[in-house]
C-alpha cells in the first residue's frame, strides 16, 4: 500500500503547482488589465486625444504572448549594411520646416507608423538662442541636409550657427545624420556615456556615427546665450535615454517643454543587450518615468515635444499652429495635466508590461 504514496503525492503537487501556474497567469493578466485601463483612460481627452500613444505603447501588453525576446538578427535588431540600405522615396517622409514656438523650430519628417511602418517619421527640434541654435536629435543621414540646413535657411535661420546637437538616444534614427551636422558645422554633440558605449558596440553603419564628444549627466543644465536646457537621464528605451526640459517663448507667454527621450521599453536593439531580461527592463523603465513625473510637475512643464510625430498629432497641431489667431491657445500647450497624463500612458503601458512578465 505505502508504494502507492510516493506517485500519488508526485501528482498531487504537479496537480497543485499546474493550479498555482494557471492561478498565477491569470492573476498576472488580471493586474495588467487594471493598469491597461488605466492607461486607456488616460490617453483620451476631447482635444487631446493620445490613443496611438497608447495603442503603440501598450501594444506588448495588449497582446496574447505579451512581450518577446527579439532574435538578434531579425526584427530591426541588425541594421543593414550602408552600400545594401534601402533610402525611402522623399514623399514618405519629407515635410516643410515650421515655427512652433518664437524660439523653437521643427525640423522633422512625416510618416505614419500604421500605415508605413519603415518609416515612423521623426522631429528634430531647433531650440533658438541669442547665442546660436541647439538641435536635439537630427533624424536621418539621407534627410539631414534637407531637413536641418535647408529647413533653417527656408525659416530665415542660418545652420552655420547651431553651437549644439542634443541626442536623446543611441539609435539611428536619432543620430544618424549627426555625423553630417558635426562635420558641417563643428558643434558640440551631446550624449549619455551609456550610450556613447552602446554606440560603439553597435551593429549600425559605422561610417554614420558620430565622433564621441560631451557627456551628458542627470541634472545637466546645457546654457547658450539667454536660454538653458535641463538634462536628465532616463533609461528604459535605451541604458542613457536623455529626457530634455526645453524653455518656451509664446509672445508674452512663458512655457516649459518635455522631450521625452524614447517611447517603448527596450531589451535589446542593433547587437546591444541592454537588461538581463524583460522584468528589468520594464521596472527600469517604470522607475525613470516615476521619477520623471514628479519632476515635471514640480517644474510645471506644460508642453510635450514628441520624438515622433504620430503619437501625439504633432504634425496636426504644427499645421494648426499656422491658422491661430492672436489670442488663441497654442495648440501645443496641453497644460500640466497634458504632460502628466503623456507620462501616465507610458507609465501604466510599461506597469502592464512587467505584469505580464513578473512571476
Known amino acids: 500500500m505505502k508504494r502507492y504514496l510516493v506517485p500519488l503525492s508526485c501528482g498531487m503537487l504537479l496537480l497543485a503547482s499546474g493550479t ?16 491597461l485601463d488605466r492607461a486607456k483612460a488616460a490617453a483620451y481627452r476631447p482635444g487631446h486625444p493620445l490613443t ?39 514623399s514618405e517622409w519629407y515635410s516643410e520646416p515650421a515655427k512652433v514656438f518664437d524660439n523653437l523650430y521643427w525640423l522633422g519628417s ?45 525659416l530665415g535661420e542660418d545652420p552655420a550657427q547651431i553651437k549644439y546637437v542634443i541626442l536623446s538616444h543611441n539609435h539611428g534614427d536619432r543620430y544618424f545624420g549627426a555625423r553630417y551636422i558635426q562635420d558641417t558645422y563643428h558643434p ?32 545637466m543644465k546645457l546654457t547658450l546665450g539667454d536660454t538653458t536646457l535641463t538634462l536628465y537621464i532616463t533609461p528604459g528605451h535605451t541604458q542613457g535615454t536623455v529626457t530634455t526640459m526645453v524653455p518656451l517663448k509664446d509672445g508674452n507667454e512663458r512655457h516649459l517643454g518635455v522631450v521625452w527621450g524614447g517611447i517603448n521599453p527596450s531589451l535589446t536593439r542593433y547587437g546591444v543587450r541592454y537588461y538581463p531580461n524583460w522584468e528589468v527592463t520594464f521596472k527600469t523603465w517604470s522607475g525613470s518615468i516615476a521619477r520623471f513625473l514628479d519632476i515635471a510637475a514640480k517644474a510645471g512643464a506644460d508642453t510635450y515635444l514628441t520624438i515622433h510625430p ?15 489667431k492672436p489670442g488663441d491657445p497654442h495648440p501645443y500647450v496641453i497644460g500640466t495635466d497634458g504632460v502628466q497624463r ?16 513578473t512571476k
Open 52 to 90: 496611438k500613444l497608447y495603442e503603440t505603447v501598450c501594444a506588448p501588453a495588449l497582446s496574447e504572448k505579451g512581450p518577446v525576446e527579439p532574435n538578434p538578427t531579425e526584427g530591426g535588431q541588425t541594421a543593414p549594411a550602408l552600400a545594401n540600405r534601402k533610402v525611402p522615396p522623399r
Open 20 to 35: 498555482f501556474s494557471v492561478a498565477n497567469a491569470q492573476g498576472s493578466k488580471a493586474a495588467a488589465r487594471v493598469h
Open 310 to 324: 504620430f503619437y501625439d498629432n504633432a504634425l496636426e497641431k504644427i499645421h494648426a499652429v499656422q491658422y491661430r
Open 188 to 219: 558640440r554633440v551631446i550624449m549619455s556615456e551609456a550610450d556613447w558605449a552602446a554606440m560603439a558596440k553597435s551593429n549600425e553603419p559605422v561610417e554614420l556615427r558620430p565622433k564621441k564628444d560631451m557627456i551628458a549627466t542627470d541634472g
Open 110 to 154: 512625416h510618416g505614419d507608423a500604421y500605415s508605413v511602418p519603415t518609416v515612423t517619421g521623426d522631429s528634430t527640434w531647433a531650440v533658438k538662442t541669442s547665442d546660436g541654435i541647439i538641435l536635439i536629435d537630427t533624424g536621418q543621414d539621407y534627410s539631414a541636409k534637407e531637413l536641418i540646413t535647408d529647413g533653417l535657411k527656408k
Open 342 to 357: 503623456y507620462l501616465t500612458v507610458v507609465d501604466e503601458c510599461a506597469q502592464a508590461g512587467l505584469a505580464n512578465v
